[in-house]
């Protein structure tokens, strides 16, 4: 078979390019590639690719020159059958026990499995820990094609980093790391993805060390902000505010940068699971990885507790006060909903029997009520609240004014008896003082 040659393929336009899983990362690459080569967008939510085809993205990751692309999308996997190089992007979740839930995955082998044909590279970028892609993936693939991996086709990862609604850190301006099961498969690889990758691909020597790579590195940015959220608490402890000790901190040239927070989306939350569910079937239980996740699993009970503590402190009644909370994606200024910790802030109020009103316009209502039970109230129809929790920086809120945070709140309400919950700190310090609201920041 001539692999060697699927780059030339794909250049001069006798090949074609599939994406298996058109989300927040399958959906950048797939119109990215297009702008090069002829790709064929597959998913298998008819909904989705219809609304594509249409010309809207409901990830908001590429907004309006979705009308513009050349990406052919489809519902109907046997497209498959005339690409010759695969990208295999579906989402990569975790089972309730934390357990990596490889379902997505498995279902993805056994579609692409189906309509292989001989001569395919077939590149997963999905997260998955070191394994999973040589050890589940090619005899899922092998066992419904027919075709044996390595001499029919062959197969690499390039672990995906993609971050959800960051319109500086694109696609083509993230360094790509690339793996391939032998050295000509990782050379291939790598050539297709220069295509569309400025700032340059990094090959490693194998697919397990490229699967570890992913996984690590948000294992690493969870371990830092579980760090921070225990500050956060100490700092709260001390009645000290924690964003002052940070900006010391951060004075010092060796300083990491990093915030207290709630921890979701589908990388920094998940990954370290993945991680550490590996390490464990070898016989080593984390030390760190493990606790942190638990400290950053945490956090939404502590916003809901100080909050509850606040209300209690400026003479309200939690069980009948009207609790606002503004955000419910896991991130500011992006639709994506994904293991948003918001959630749990929301079902510890419901613990002491506060249903809180959320309100959040980036979300999809939809989404909210299928995957959290959450129903999402439209701003102009928020009630007058005693508390509102600012649970996400979105630059609307991040943009209110005292006077205009002030406005949601009952307007027979004494001043020192508003309570706001800024997690983000996202206002100053000084205008909060000078509001006389009772406060309380992450």
């Known amino acids: 078979m001539e692999f060697d040659k699927i780059y030339d393929g794909l250049i001069d336009g006798r090949e074609k390019l599939a994406l298996v899983g058109l989300g927040y990362v399958g959906m950048p690459i797939a119109v990215e590639f297009a702008k090069h080569v002829k790709v064929i967008g597959f998913d298998i939510n008819e909904t989705r690719v219809n609304e594509y085809k249409n010309g809207i993205d409901s990830t908001n990751e590429i907004g309006d020159n979705i009308k513009n692309t050349t990406v052919d999308f489809t519902a109907d996997p046997a497209r498959l059958k005339e690409a010759k190089f695969i990208i295999v992007a579906v989402p990569t979740p975790v089972n309730d026990d934390n357990s990596p839930n490889l379902r997505p995955v498995k279902g ?83 050539k297709v993805y220069d295509i569309v990758i400025k700032a340059g691909t990094f090959p490693v020597s194998n ?115 009207t609790v606002v909370i503004l955000g419910l994606t896991f991130k500011e200024n992006c639709p994506d909903t994904r293991n948003s910790k918001v959630v749990d802030i929301i079902n510890r109020l419901k613990e002491f029997d506060i249903t809180p009103v959320v309100t959040d316009s980036w979300a999809d209502p939809f989404v909210a009520e299928q995957e959290y039970g959450v129903e999402l109230v439209a701003w102009q129809d928020i009630p007058k609240a005693d508390c509102v929790i600012v649970a996400v920086g979105h630059s609307e809120y991040r943009a209110m004014s005292m006077m205009q945070i002030k406005e949601l709140f009952k307007a027979e309400t004494a001043d020192e008896e508003k309570v706001l919950v800024d997690v983000k700190s996202l206002y100053r310090m000084d205008e909060l003082r000078a509001s006389r609201m009772r406060f309380w920041r992450l």
Request: aromatic fraction near 6%.
């Open 207 to 321: 697919i397990k060390t490229a699967e570890a790579v992913k996984v690590v590195e948000n294992s690493q940015r969870d371990i830092n902000i579980a760090f921070m959220n225990e500050i956060a608490i100490i700092c709260d402890k001390l009645g000290i505010d924690t964003d002052e000790v940070l900006a010391g901190m951060n004075t010092k040239w060796n300083a990491l940068g990093f915030k207290p927070g709630l921890v979701g989306g589908h990388c920094i939350g998940v990954d370290p699971y993945y991680l550490t569910n590996a390490a464990e079937k070898l016989g080593y239980h984390s030390q760190i990885i493990l606790n942190g996740r638990q400290v950053n699993d945490s956090m939404g009970a502590f916003v809901a507790d100080a909050a509850i503590k606040e209300m209690i402190e400026a003479g309200l009644a939690p069980k009948k006060a």
């Open 108 to 190: 993805a082998c056994r579609m692409v499995g189906k309509n292989l044909t001989s001569g395919t590279i077939v590149v997963f970028e999905s997260t998955v820990y070191p394994g999973v892609t040589e050890d589940i993936c090619i005899p899922i693939i092998e066992r419904e094609s027919g075709l044996k991996c390595g001499v029919d086709w062959k197969i690499g990862y390039s672990p995906e980093r993609i971050n959800p609604g960051d319109y500086i850190h694109r696609l083509p301006t993230i360094v790509k790391v690339v793996s391939g099961m032998d050295e000509e498969s990782s050379r291939e690889i790598k």
